[in-house]
């Protein structure tokens, strides 16, 4: 059970508990919260200090005695952000993670052990875990790791040690463009960049491959499903802002409500059958139930396919703003937001109205120096969509609430309270 080392102490007691962990290992800053959580739930805690590591290797003989597993056997529990309720911890099998990081490495990314990879991404996340961690000690590669992402040591690792791959999540790629070193930065020998974790705005795309010259490929996957199920594959035709086609041994479509396939470039759920999917969610059988049915896995992501076959995301389900009956997709609107000159960071939210049900919001970070008016926002937006879709409220904010791989945490964008007011004004 990997664990975010940013959890206190009650946070880490619910992780040891509900799986019934007998102990914990933990090092550094986290020694705290991890010894008040093991102290909760009843469980040991290790722990290591800086030396001890190599300290026991130098000291200790290897064991080979490999233990007798199953591939059906539960290797990981991966627990979700819990949106919802109390997080829900995902079962990986053993299967599941060695297929899945089998085919990231040889099929998606292609590595061997002339690549050198930069582990930017948290090893408790599985997109760091299957794609950077598993996938890179299977391609034989070198992985650069670096404690926590920061856009300037990035670009100073990536010419250091002639980084050859980077995996990321969207925010990452754009605080690379923002940052002071983006200009002089020497990232030549670059040959791939995989993105995922988050749809990444066609804008950041085409500007991060401008500047830096490689090509980034995104893909789309969750927690449950190992985590990759699609992607844009490298000697395949790409499509910006398409998560690709499903990978080896995965099959996805999208259905509507009752479950039938919808047609082509009609929005729907995005369901997954395959390899990847985890064996259910922990001592959850009715959550497992509801996400697991004959066989596929719903998602809760709308999506749309094209003529191709390849997929697009419109939007998380729970993001959907239905303003007045108008279904709008939050993505869709960010998309134009990110197009403007002076915005760095823009993410779309509903707004609660009286009469139209839900309103359209913005919270937006500028870029440095630069200087934008609500007004102006909207006025610009409008220009650019429907006119029930562009944003009626605007706000700034110094930055976006983010997760620990950078994902943008739209559940935790609070709407300000003038802006409320100002909604519910126009309502009456």
């Known amino acids: 059970v990997p664990m975010n080392v940013l959890l206190k102490g009650r946070e880490v007691g619910f992780y040891l508990k509900d799986p019934g962990a007998e102990f914990m290992i933990a090092w550094g800053d986290f020694a705290e919260a991890a010894e008040e959580g093991a102290e909760d739930a009843g469980a040991e805690c290790i722990l290591v200090k800086p030396g001890e590591f190599e300290k026991l290797l130098a000291e200790t003989e290897p064991d080979r005695d490999m233990a007798d597993r199953d591939g059906e056997d539960t290797a990981v529990i991966l627990y979700t952000s819990g949106t919802t309720g109390k997080p829900k911890g995902a079962e990986l099998t053993h299967s599941n993670l060695l297929t899945n990081c089998t085919v990231a490495a040889d099929e998606l990314g292609e590595i061997t052990d002339d690549d050198r990879l930069l582990g930017a991404l948290p090893l408790f996340h599985s997109f760091g875990q299957t794609c950077t961690l598993n996938a890179g000690i299977h391609g034989r590669a070198m992985i650069s790791m670096i404690p926590r992402f920061d856009p300037d040591k990035a670009l100073e690792i990536i010419a ?41 705005p066609e804008e950041v795309m085409r500007k991060f491959e401008e500047k830096f010259g490689c090509k980034v490929l995104e893909g789309y996957g969750l927690s449950e499903t190992s985590p990759v199920a699609s992607f844009n594959h490298p000697n ?10 499903p990978i080896k041994g995965v099959e996805m479509k999208v259905v509507d409500e009752d479950g039938n396939e919808v047609g082509q470039g009609d929005v729907g759920e995005i369901v997954i059958k395959g390899h990847n999917i985890m064996k259910g969610y922990w001592n959850r059988e009715d959550a497992t139930k509801e996400a697991i049915q004959d066989g596929w896995f719903y998602s809760g992501d709308m999506a749309k396919v094209d003529e191709d076959g390849y997929f697009f995301i419109v939007d998380r389900k729970k993001d959907l703003i239905i303003r007045g009956g108008y279904n709008v997709y939050p993505r869709e609107i960010e998309e134009v937001l990110y197009e403007h000159p002076a915005i760095q960071e823009a993410a779309v939210v509903a707004v609660p109205h009286e009469e139209l049900g839900e309103e359209v919001g913005a919270a937006v970070v500028l870029k440095e120096g630069e200087q934008l008016s609500a007004d102006d926002l909207k006025a610009y937006a409008k220009e650019q969509v429907a006119a029930y879709k562009y944003p009626r409220h605007v706000w700034f904010l110094d930055e976006l609430p983010k997760g620990p791989t950078g994902k943008i945490l739209k559940r935790e964008i609070e709407v300000p309270s003038e802006v409320e007011s100002e909604s519910e004004a126009t309502a009456k």
């Open 236 to 245: 395949e035709d790409n499509k910006a802002g398409s998560i690709g086609t």
């Open 160 to 200: 250091r040690d002639e980084i050859t791959l980077f995996q990321g999540v969207p925010t990452m790629y754009n605080a690379m463009l923002a940052c002071e070193s983006a200009d002089s930065a020497d990232t030549s020998t670059l040959r791939l960049c995989m993105s995922g974790g988050s749809a990444m």
